[in-house]
């Protein structure tokens, strides 16, 4: 039975959206939502790894560990989500604690369900050829055969075809990019590759309406139409 750490990574500061992992949306602070589903999902342990003491006491309040403030120089704006994660994974390591999955969690991308959550950890557990799950979303109209770059104060296609690609989207092939609701990743593979996503990665397909991920005021707003409609 494989044991799964759930990381919850929500640093003070932002630069989009002040302080927006403690915002209060809809009468909830921004981080509950993730935590709700994390809750609800199989995690054997879930942790939020933080450094203000405000995001760490309304996660204990809720019933997740947050047994650390994280050290600064992991919550600065240039430190690596893999640092952050390794540092959770050390911490239980050094008290005894090993696990065979970590998943990390974002809290910007509030809409993730518990059943996403499963259905990672499933695939994962499952699968002796995969070693990674991560969730993405059809990037539809924003195609990269649409898309330009500028060269010489001259617009080009970022993918040079030898012809313009007026072609309907549904005709487009399908391309996906990172949601970024879930990374999922055998321990095993994040050591070998020092990072969230290993050699042998299963796409976890998130409906795009579902696939918010809160970086403007844009984002926010949309997430606030979003839950208020649902």
Do not use: W
Request: include cysteine; aromatic fraction near 6%; charged fraction near 25%.
């Amino acid at each position: 039975m494989n044991k799964i750490l759930g990381i919850i990574p929500a640093r003070k500061g932002s630069k989009g959206v002040k302080n927006k992992n403690s915002l209060i949306i809809n009468g909830k602070p921004l981080i509950e939502y993730t935590i709700n589903s994390a809750l609800k999902s199989k995690i054997d342990k879930i942790v939020v790894s933080t450094n203000c003491s405000k995001i760490q006491k309304i996660s204990i309040d809720l019933g997740v560990s947050s047994p650390f403030l994280r050290p600064e120089h992991l919550a600065t704006d240039n430190a690596l989500t893999i640092d952050v994660v390794k540092h959770c994974l050390d911490y239980y390591k050094n008290i005894g604690e090993d696990f065979d999955i970590v998943m990390l969690l974002q809290p910007t991308c509030p809409l993730r369900s518990s059943e996403m959550i499963n259905k990672a950890i499933d695939k994962l557990s499952s699968s002796e050829d995969i070693d990674s799950v991560v969730s993405v979303v059809d990037v539809e109209g924003n195609h990269p055969f649409r898309m330009k770059r500028i060269e010489n104060n001259k617009l080009v296609n970022y993918i040079d075809l030898g012809f313009e690609d007026m072609r309907p989207r549904q005709e487009l092939p399908k391309v996906y990019i990172r949601s970024g609701s879930i990374y999922a990743i055998k321990v095993d593979a994040l050591l070998k590759y020092n990072g969230l996503v290993g050699s042998s990665v299963y796409p976890l397909i998130e409906e795009s309406d579902l696939a918010i991920n809160i970086d403007t005021y844009h984002d926010l707003h949309l997430f606030e139409n979003k839950i208020n409609n649902l």
